[in-house]
């Protein structure tokens, strides 16, 4: 009997309908690092994302989530993910991450996050370890794309990010939040790790597109979520960064969907040229 599950792969012509998308995306984190700065609400930080989302003649999809209403989650400090733009003020020393994400007029999504440190003289040890906190999670990020330039089976993704942010120093991965594919939906199978597991997960082949999302904190990687039902925060108080791309896999090889240089900056440090999507 013929199967009725649907395939994660995504045809030619419905990768190249995410690049749109994914620039989007890609805009509205520009936006906000280039206002992200103290006294900044993340009110403000979450209009300026919206604003360059729909300049692209697209619009945010996290609107799109039942009971969520902004274009952003803004997390601060011991917050990890999914924190709700408001009144809440952006101090000198934060660690801000900022997660966003637009749908295309024909339906199609990108999804991506970066982290921000702002600076902070008074408190210099502190700040340092904010920024290699991030610096860590960044990389682990590009680390995990560039395994799955070469990977044969999806999982190979999650553990790749796993060696990279062990040898770096002492740091706890979330693996109650982990990365998903995107298309039509904003969350897709298959789900993406971020740490090593023991299936080997789906294969490697062109149509593949899914968002890789590590989430990385200086201490315990335990959270609860408040009692506003969204907000995701370190059990121990500790800083937490959180870095994300939309990657798909085509015929000629990978394309980050999210950067504007489809990952050539990111990737240059492994000897791989991203290859745009025809």
Known sequence: MRSLRK????????LRLMIEPGLATAASLDAVEAIVAP????????????????ARGAKPNFKLEHGYFHTICSSINDEVVHGIPGAAVVGA???????????????????AA??????????????????????VTEQSLWRGIAQLYSAKHLNEVGAAIEEYVLSQGEYGILTDYIGHGIGRAMHEDPPVFNYAVRQRGPEVRPGLVVAIEPMLTLGSADTYVRDDGWTVVTEDGSA??????SVAVH?????????????????????????PIA
């Open 7 to 14: 395939s994660i792969y995504k045809s030619p012509a419905q």
């Open 39 to 54: 006294g900044i609400t993340t009110l403000q930080l979450d209009a300026a994302a919206e604003a360059a989302i729909e």
């Open 93 to 111: 020393g934060d660690i801000v991450s900022i997660d966003s994400g637009a749908i295309s007029p024909q339906g199609w999504n990108g999804d």
């Open 114 to 135: 970066r982290s921000f440190v702002v600076d902070d003289p008074a408190r210099p040890e502190e700040v340092a370890a904010r920024r290699e906190l991030n610096r």
């Open 240 to 245: 937490a960064a959180h870095w994300e791309h």
């Open 251 to 275: 015929k000629d090889g990978i394309w980050v969907l999210t950067a504007a240089d489809g990952g050539a900056a990111g990737l240059a440090q492994y000897g791989i040229t991203p290859t």
